[in-house]
């Protein structure tokens, strides 16, 4: 398999993560977000995603986007360790907790829409990362009422396993970090966060272990 990625995307952060605990091997194939105006912008990767997004995954036979559908692809493609309970009202609950990222606080905080922000509309620096603050601070809140004191909250989102929800759920963590967010509201999320990091999928996924990684 071919990952079409870039180190700091964390969508791509998310997929990598699944397919580590998968254990499934992938060549990276870098898609640098910012050079020469952003090579997602290429007709070359184009062709492979109209949307201009990574992740991409080149299965040999099919390419796949949008990092939680192909997490499911991985997921239902090599099942064990499975990324979702089999209990239906559990599999949603999975499910909205990684939606609860993946639609709610990345996609105003991703990167095309900070550039929009800088670019199109003219708006500073300052009010910029006050944008991204209030915005990952109301999703973060919901995510930490929704988790905290919950019993089918264990080391991960759900139960003892990690899922769906924690490949979304330390990307943007990570993420928020770089942003200078406070995190200390958070103690569920953070806890969580420790237990994902002691698992090398969680670890080998990070932006600084990946082969297109810039200082």
């Given at each position: ?14 997929v ?5 605990l ?5 060549d ?21 995603n ?5 992740p ?6 099919h390419?796949?986007t949008?990092s ?38 990345h996609?105003?905080?991703?990167l ?6 800088d670019r199109?509309l003219g ?6 990362t006050?944008?991204?603050h ?16 919950n ?18 759920l ?11 967010c ?34």
């Open positions: 398999m071919k990952l079409h990625s870039y180190f700091r995307s964390s969508a791509s952060f998310r990598r993560i699944a397919l580590g998968k254990g499934l091997t992938y990276t194939l870098a898609v640098h977000l910012r050079r020469n105006g952003g090579e997602q912008f290429t007709p070359e990767f184009r062709a492979l109209p949307q201009a997004l990574v991409v995954l080149d299965t040999g036979e390419r796949l949008q939680l559908a192909i997490i499911e692809y991985l997921d239902e493609s090599f099942p064990d360790p499975p990324l979702l309970p089999q209990s239906p009202v559990e599999r949603a609950r999975v499910r909205a907790l990684a939606l609860g990222v993946a639609c709610e606080i996609p105003l905080n991703n095309r829409v900070l550039d929009y922000l199109e708006v500073s620096s300052q009010a910029k006050t944008w991204y209030h915005w990952v601070a109301l999703g973060l809140e919901a995510l930490e009422t929704q988790l905290a004191d019993p089918r909250t264990g080391r991960f989102c759900h139960g003892d396993r990690p899922s769906l929800a924690d490949c979304c330390v990307p943007q963590l990570y993420n928020a970090r770089r942003f200078d406070d995190l200390s509201a958070y103690p569920t999320l953070l806890s969580i966060e420790l237990n994902c990091n002691a698992l090398p999928a969680f670890r080998d996924a990070a932006p600084e272990r990946q082969p297109d990684t810039e200082a």
